[in-house]
């Protein structure tokens, strides 16, 4: 079993930078893809970003290319994602997830294992 636990979420003015962390436990997840997902109210949980287990390759949704960083430290179990410029429609819950090898990336129901969430806010 993997644990996951996001941290670092808050209210940001629009323009502003958040680095949301996740910290895995219970087993390593350097082979896994690590991804971050986020729901809105009202709104399906939609894809962010993702790493392979190696860190070669990472994915984003197009919104937020060029703004959003997804990182990994397999040495500290714990993926991260940094978020600049910030903008009011980023606003929602924000949840980490583990994948073995081989899932989809952008596909919530092929990760095995999901945070909690962590609020972030922009406001405008």
């Known amino acids: 079993q993997v644990q996951l636990v996001e941290s670092g979420g808050g209210l940001v003015q629009a323009g502003g930078s958040l680095r949301l962390s996740c910290a895995a436990s219970g087993r390593t997840v350097s082979s896994y893809t690590m991804g971050w997902f986020r729901q809105a109210p009202g709104n399906d949980r939609e894809f962010v970003a993702a790493?392979?287990?190696?860190?070669?390759?990472?994915f984003y949704q197009d919104s937020v290319k060029g703004r959003f960083t997804i990182s990994r430290d397999n040495a500290k179990n714990t993926v991260y994602l940094q978020m600049n410029s910030l903008k009011p429609e980023d606003t929602a819950v924000y949840y980490c997830a583990a994948a073995p090898p081989g899932a989809t990336f952008n596909v919530a129901r092929g990760y095995n294992y999901w945070g909690q969430g962590t609020q972030v806010t922009v406001s405008s």
């Open positions: 790493m392979d287990w190696s860190g070669r390759s990472t």
